[in-house]
């Protein structure tokens, strides 16, 4: 078995599945917005659902659960065991 980790975008994430963030692609308001949300660089992130047709995700952060739109999500880079 191999212990290689990969990095992906939140969105490709499924339920259940858990990442590290490593980068956040974007502007200073949504590095802002997000960081104010507690997801910054070395957050771990579990993926608790996700809605079909591009809609928001649903997110645990430290114990909270958030909802984030598919465009915040798509710039969040995760990496994933």
Do not use: Y
Request: aromatic residues 2%; charged residues 20%.
């Amino acid at each position: 078995m191999s212990d290689r980790k990969s990095i992906v975008c939140l969105t490709d994430l499924r339920d259940g599945e858990s990442g590290n963030i490593v980068s956040i692609a974007g502007g200073k308001g949504a590095l802002k917005r997000l960081a104010d949300l507690g997801l910054s660089t070395g957050t771990w992130v579990t993926v608790v659902s996700r809605t079909l047709f591009n809609g928001p995700v649903q997110i645990e952060v430290c114990g909270s659960r958030l909802v984030i739109g598919q465009g915040l999500a798509a710039k969040i880079m995760v990496e994933q065991k």
